[in-house]
């Protein structure tokens, strides 16, 4: 089994976008229902997503709402609350229609300045009415000013309560940029995933939450590539080594490019810290002209992974991501159902 | 020969700190020189950055004021400038009293929101009357509120063409946040490296100035490490090669603290375009448990890189510095003299 846990649905039906663009030319917050068929949204799949599951061999992708539209920073929380049950209702019929190919991850309606706390609502309808396995967590609302607490500050705490109770991990995931400085998907993201490891180097969070899981996506930002730097600043602040301070709580996705960015992933973080993913249809869409194959088609860099033993490679696949998203168990089933 | 073109004055004397404190507190913006005798400044680098320099057989050093102090988020314009040329003719007088082990780079007195042309009467003056090889632009003068445009926006040409008659080139390089949520050697610094990077793919300034020249520190942030995803953004985005676009003109540090990620530098960028440097005495201090060597002696993992050839270890080393830092050529003679 090979489980991506890092898919948006970037190519949601036209119905969405013009919801959106409704709700965001309006004053009232009630709307009705997109207007989506079934086979639309059949149709934004069978030839990205899905014919991309089957390309590359991949079995179960978790698929939560389109990351550079989550615009948390646009409108007001109601603004925010709207769109998000919109986008989370969506992503629902997607795994609905396909239960063996997606299960499903919900955006939070988070809004600047508003505390995390009005995000458990739509946190505990999606994952007890829907069957939601995990959240997106974004750490900078305001879309690249950076105006939030740091993740280690008691501002988070309510939702991380929530998120412990349900049994459920947060990706670590901003949306688009506003700041002209920040490339989305080239900075801001990266960006994002190499400041959020570090505010948790800086904190103590996993001493109040030892059982809070978050995946930070794009191979974790920077880190890996400045391991060293890290494993160096938590030792002059007096922190545990990184595998005790962070590493039973934090997990690194597979988002990376090119062979020897994977390459170095898998040396310097432990097989039991990493997820499979690809997040397609995303942030690259070329093919690598040095390969001749999709930049994004990480599955062969980690099968070309020299010297990763199969029993890594399981648990990187699969065995992991068991362990991080227990509420994944039923779409895993159905999921090895479907290849039976 | 052995070149480290990123050192700060991390160890200046007391007398600075005292000067800068008096500024602070007081409302004019013209005061007596620090007190700090020659033998003061001799004692806080023979303990330090030039025993490092003896200890880990490295040359000369390209050593600028403190980044972290830089400060240009700190007072108005006038503080800027009269802060920098305190610490500009400090790093003058290192550079005086040990010529064959330091040359000078500068700070500028950048400003939020002030047209980087104010810089250029500074510049010109470490440059032409003090001997200055190059000088550090912070593309973030607000200290991690991201207000300027990004690098490649035509606010900063007339620097940028100051720099290009000079025949200096820029390390591009943050001083410290303000940003509770960017610690500011463990992310700000971070990703400034890799923000610049994404500026310069989305931008065409090197065909304005082609013989501009751009240090990225910080082994480049993460770009390296996600050089697959910066070549598929660069090709979605319809620009040329990467090493087209951009590798004539900007160019690595090797203060990456681990040998994986030294090995995944040389790996990817091509050695014409890395030079090396540790930032000692800098970001990260200690001895690294796994080596038992300092985490930032930077000079143990090119040395122990695996298939770097001795021409590619002396272009890093050497050759390269010598046509990215044209001005360094006296500074270069003098080192190799006290080598001779």
């Not at 995990?134 to 008691?154: H, I, V, Y």
Request: charged share 20%; net charge neutral; with cysteine.
């Amino acid at each position: 089994m090979i489980v991506d846990c890092h898919g948006h649905y970037t190519t949601a039906p036209e119905g969405l976008w013009a919801w959106r663009k409704n709700q965001l030319s309006s004053l009232k917050n009630s709307f009705a229902k997109p207007d989506i068929s079934d086979q639309q949204i059949r149709d934004s799949l069978e030839g990205a997503q899905l014919k991309l599951q089957r390309e590359r061999g991949t079995d179960l992708t978790f698929f939560s709402p389109r990351a550079g539209s989550m615009e948390h920073h646009v409108g007001d929380v109601g603004v925010s609350e709207a769109w998000s049950r919109e986008c989370n209702d969506l992503v629902h019929r997607v795994c609905s229609l396909y239960p063996a190919n997606f299960a499903a991850v919900c955006q939070l309606p988070q809004s600047p300045g508003v505390p995390p706390a009005n995000c458990i609502p739509e946190l505990e309808r999606c994952v007890n009415q829907l069957g939601f396995v995990g959240c997106n967590l974004n750490p900078d609302p305001s879309g690249g000013w950076w105006k939030e607490p740091p993740l280690t500050d008691r501002w988070w705490y309510p939702l991380y309560e929530k998120l412990v109770e349900l049994d459920v991990p947060a990706m670590v995931h901003v949306s688009s940029s506003c700041n002209p400085a920040f490339h989305f998907t080239g900075a801001h993201y990266i960006n994002a995933d190499t400041t959020a490891f570090m505010q948790l180097i800086q904190g103590d969070l996993f001493k109040d939450f030892p059982t809070l899981r978050f995946v930070i996506p794009h191979g974790g930002g920077a880190v890996p590539y400045h391991w060293g730097r890290y494993r160096g600043l938590a030792q002059d602040m007096n922190k545990p080594l990184l595998k005790d301070h962070l590493l039973k709580n934090v997990y690194f996705d597979t988002c990376v490019y090119h062979q020897p960015g994977i390459d170095l992933l898998l040396k310097v973080i432990p097989a039991e810290n990493i997820l499979f993913a690809a997040e397609v249809v995303g942030a690259v869409r070329g093919i690598d002209p040095e390969t001749g194959r999709y930049f994004d088609d990480t599955r062969r860099y980690i099968d070309g992974a020299a010297g990763l033993s199969a029993a890594d490679r399981e648990k990187i696949y699969e065995g992991n991501v068991r362990k991080v998203y227990p509420r994944a168990a039923a779409a895993l089933r159905r999921a090895e159902g479907r290849r039976a």
